[in-house]
């Protein structure tokens, strides 16, 4: 009965949540999407419109994420874990979710304060005082909070006591060590400490986001001279940005063309025209991703939308799951330079890069990589054994040409409204899901209405993660930043004699490290803004070293064994991880081969954004 109580209170929550924060994403787009059309046609813009923003986007991240965290949406590393025998594995699940209530705690409580102190605070045009933006996190803490109740109430009793004294033990731990040991400690030995927590428990499970948040907060209490109101305070700051909003958009264009069958029409096509060359399928599989990362931006919607296409096709065809799956990996960490990618977005929103610069840059770089994917798959091909594919009348390829047209206008359409001015990358994206939705909806009519809710609850979903996972991230940038980090970074550099080559191999080298241990984005949240300012005063384009970041990042999400997208491509494409991390050898030395051809040559870089005017300093 107590069960039956917890799945109809949950049930209700999840239903209260994925309306506040549908209704947040969806009013917004409504609001962007007006707000260019009255600037255009009418000469009346909506001057509110960045205030409405950072409150939408305040929204979403924390009350989604708290929602986030109930469906397992966040990204976390469980392949010690998962390895363990059932006791202990179900004990580190419980103990866990103990973290995350412990978090929530904390930080509501510490939220408190940042409301009391934004009070007075008012936005110029609304004259809203600052607490409303601060009051999403304070609401998401309480919502994370009954989530993370929830989720140990399912679990057994044994689990949850074992993983409960676990977490009791380390909090005793941390508090004995903090009176003894760490008033003596430096700074720099502080924030070491932090990152150590911040992998362990990474490691063990926590979510990425939930992880830099405890090593921020552990840092603080180390510290004893800063209040915790810090961290509420640069999390709500850091999603504060209106050109975040481009996120949830093109993730929700992204889902839109996945649920409304644009993303089939377009890897059908691409399969009509390459689908009898050597390894056939898997080169379309790379050609695909390059098409579709240049819509959606969010690389789970890509390596879903193309993979599921392609699974039953490869399967039909006799090509090994194993090859397919490492294949679908590659190519996907190629396309965080296919604008308009996350990365992208949240590196143009955490550094002076220009977005639309950024998008522009990528384009070639990423069709070098391709093309070395392509060379590779192409000499491997000659020893699988695969069936043919059947060749299609000129009917058949005249009609799945018609089909693709009008989706493959939408990335067109996107870039030509950014580089000619028309409209902001984040004002595009609203107009992607107003596309996609005409498309999906209207033309195609894959997408009843009775679905789009789900639809919208989903992306909003994942975006909330997403967007979470930056908060997390800014705030404990800002703890590197408090410990002097960068100075020491610019010292090291200093010592290396100026060498640029040096610089280059060493920041790739970290960013696929890091970008594997740490999923990626929060790697490139955390070492972009610290490194980028080192790069003009070796003679290298922030602009350019910004892609070989970007690159370096998506490389390492989708390094075996610890890269989480490597296990999605894994997943989708059903294939085993053990024989599929060995197949993926070459393809990850193929990727790094084409990212230093891209981080040697700049020019790769750089022509594009001269053509069109971009400064590439």
Known sequence: MTRCHDWRAATILDAAVDLVVGTALIGELLVVITDVLGRTFFDTPLLWTDEVSNLALSVIAFIGGAIAYRREQHVFIRTIVDRMPERPRHACYAFVDWVVLGIAVVCFQASLGLLSARWDELTPILEMRGTWLALPLTIGMVVLGLYASIRLRAQSAHAVVVGGIAAVGCLATVMLVHTFWLPSLSTGAAVSVALVVVLATALLGLPIGFALILGTLLFLYSGGLIS???????????????????????????????????????????????????????????????????????????????????????????????????????????????????????????????????????LIPAAVIALCLMLLIYVRAARMNVQPSVTL??????????????????????????????????????????????????????????????????????????????????????????????QMLTQVVAASHNSTALFMVSSIIGLVVLGSLLEGLPALLILAPLLLPMAPGLGISQLHYGIVLLIAMGIGAFLPPLGVGFYIACAVARAPMDRASRIMVPYVAVLLLGLLLVAFIPWLTLVFPRLLGFAVY
């Open 393 to 486: 009348g000129l009917r058949r390829h005249v009609h799945l040409a018609a089909d693709a047209i009008i989706p493959g206008s939408m990335p067109v359409f996107l870039f030509a409204g950014i580089f000619t001015g028309f409209a902001t990358p984040t004002e595009v994206s609203g107009f992607a899901v107003a596309y996609g939705l005409l498309i999906a909806v209207l033309l195609y009519r894959e997408l009843p209405l009775r679905s789009l809710a789900r639809v919208i609850a989903t992306a909003a979903t994942v975006a909330a993660m997403v967007l979470f996972t930056l908060a997390a991230a800014q705030g404990f940038t800002w703890v590197l930043a408090a410990a002097q980090i960068p």
């Open 228 to 362: 915790f109101v810090a961290l509420p305070q640069n999390m709500v700051d850091g999603v504060s940005r209106f050109v975040l909003l481009a996120l949830p958009f093109f993730i929700l264009a992204g889902f839109i063309m996945e649920a409304g069958g644009i993303s089939r029409r377009l890897v059908m096509f691409v399969a009509s025209l390459v689908g009898r060359l050597r390894g056939g399928l898997l080169q379309v599989t790379v050609i695909s991703m390059y098409l579709v990362s240049g819509i959606s931006g969010s690389k789970a919607a890509d390596v879903a939308a193309v993979g599921l296409v392609m699974r039953d096709m490869l399967e039909k065809e006799g090509y090994d799951a194993s090859e397919a799956a490492a294949v679908l990996a590659a190519s996907a960490a190629m396309g965080e330079c296919v604008p308009p990618s996350i990365a992208m977005l949240v590196l143009g929103s955490v550094t002076s890069l220009s977005v639309g610069a950024l998008f522009a840059a990528g």
